[in-house]
C-alpha cells in the first residue's frame, strides 16, 4: 500500500467522522434549547467553541445566532469544517482511490455528497433540518458498515479505523470540554432541575445515554458523565476506549515505534487521572493538554506513514 492511499483513506475516516459529528451536534443543541427555561442562555456559541473555529467564524459573522451558526456549520463554503465541505473532502479523496476501496464504498460516498449538495435548503430550514441531518447520520453510518463488511481487513482497513478513532477522541474531549464550562452553574438553584437535562444533552450528542443508562445504572450526574465518556473502555465514543483502538491499529503496522510511544503515553496519562473529581477549570486544563496530545499523536501518524514525498510503499501486503 503505498503512503497516498493510505493518506487518503485516513482522511475519507476523519471527514465522514466530522461530518456526522457536527450534524450530531446541531440536532443536539436544538433540541436542548427547547428543553431549557428561557432564563437560560446556552445559544449556539458553545458549537462554534467546540468545533474550535471561532476565529474563523467571528471573522465572517457578526453575531452567534441561530441562522448564522447553522449556515456555518452546515453549508458555508468558506468553512473548511463545514458539513458540505468535509463531505466533498471525503468524496475527493474516495475518488483519488476509487479503484482501491470496494465500489459500493466509492458510490455510497458520492451519493452522499450529492444528497448533502442537492439538500442543503432543508437543512438550513427550521422544519427540515432534523431530517436533513438525520439522513447525514444514518448514511454515515451506513457506509461505515459497508466499509466494515466489504473492505479487505488488512493495514488499510487499520489506517481507516486509526482516522475514525482519532476524530472521535478529539470530539468527545471538545464536547466535554466546552460543555462542562458552560453549563448552568451550580450555584442557581432556580435552575438545578434542569442540569440533568444538559447532561443529557452531552450524552444525546455522542449517542450515548441508552449505553450511559445500561452500564452507569444511575442518574444522569456531571462526574458519571464525564467519567463515562472519557474512561469508559467499553464504549466506542469514549476517550479511551477510542485511544485504545487507535493502538490496537498501530501494533499491526510497521515502524510503529514512535506511534505507539505517542498513543501509550495518553492512555497512561488518561487511567492515572481523576476527571470526573476535577473542578471545572482544573478539567479544562486536562481536556487542552488530552487535545494536543491527540494533536501530537496525529502529526506523528501522519510523519511515520503519509509523508506523500516517499518512493517506497509504506507496507507490503
Not at 52 to 65: I, P, Q, R, V
Not at 217 to 232: N, S
Not at 270 to 284: F, G
Request: glycine content about 4%; charged content about 25%; proline content about 4%.
Amino acid at each position: 500500500m503505498l503512503s497516498r492511499v493510505a493518506d487518503s483513506i485516513y482522511w475519507i475516516a476523519r471527514y465522514l467522522e466530522r461530518a456526522e459529528n457536527v450534524a450530531r451536534l446541531v440536532n443536539v443543541n436544538a433540541h436542548l434549547l427547547l428543553d431549557m427555561p428561557r432564563k437560560a442562555t446556552l445559544g449556539w456559541q458553545p458549537l462554534i467553541d467546540i468545533t474550535g473555529d471561532a476565529t474563523l467564524f467571528d471573522s465572517l459573522y457578526n453575531e452567534a445566532s441561530e441562522r448564522n451558526v447553522v449556515r456555518f456549520l452546515i453549508a458555508d463554503g468558506r468553512n473548511p469544517g463545514s458539513i458540505l465541505n468535509t463531505v466533498k473532502s471525503a468524496r475527493e479523496n474516495a475518488r483519488t482511490i476509487r479503484d482501491i476501496i470496494p465500489r459500493e464504498a466509492w458510490e455510497g460516498i458520492n451519493a452522499l455528497f450529492l444528497e448533502v449538495k442537492a439538500n442543503l435548503p432543508a437543512g438550513l430550514a427550521h422544519r427540515r433540518r432534523f431530517d436533513f441531518l438525520r439522513s447525514i447520520i444514518d448514511t454515515n453510518q451506513g457506509i461505515t458498515g459497508l466499509l466494515a463488511g466489504t473492505m479487505l481487513h488488512d493495514y488499510g482497513y487499520d489506517v481507516l479505523r486509526m482516522g475514525r478513532n482519532l476524530e472521535r477522541a478529539d470530539m468527545t474531549t471538545r464536547i466535554v470540554d466546552v460543555r462542562s464550562t458552560t453549563l448552568l452553574p451550580h450555584e442557581s438553584e432556580e435552575l438545578t432541575p434542569f442540569e440533568n437535562i444538559q447532561w443529557m444533552s452531552v450524552l444525546h450528542s455522542l449517542s450515548a445515554l441508552q449505553s450511559y443508562t445500561q452500564k452507569v445504572q444511575g442518574p444522569v450526574r456531571r462526574a458519571a458523565v464525564i467519567r463515562f465518556l472519557l474512561q469508559e473502555r467499553e464504549f466506542p465514543r469514549a476517550f479511551l476506549h477510542c485511544v485504545g483502538e487507535v493502538r490496537t491499529c498501530l501494533q499491526a503496522l510497521p515502524h510503529n515505534d514512535d506511534p505507539m510511544r505517542y498513543a501509550n503515553r495518553i492512555l497512561r496519562n488518561l487511567r492515572s487521572a481523576k476527571p470526573d473529581q476535577m473542578p471545572a477549570k482544573k478539567l479544562q486544563k486536562f481536556l487542552d493538554r488530552s487535545q494536543l496530545s491527540l494533536a501530537r499523536l496525529d502529526a506523528v501518524i501522519r510523519s511515520t506513514y503519509f509523508a506523500l514525498d516517499r518512493k517506497a510503499p509504506i507496507v507490503e501486503n
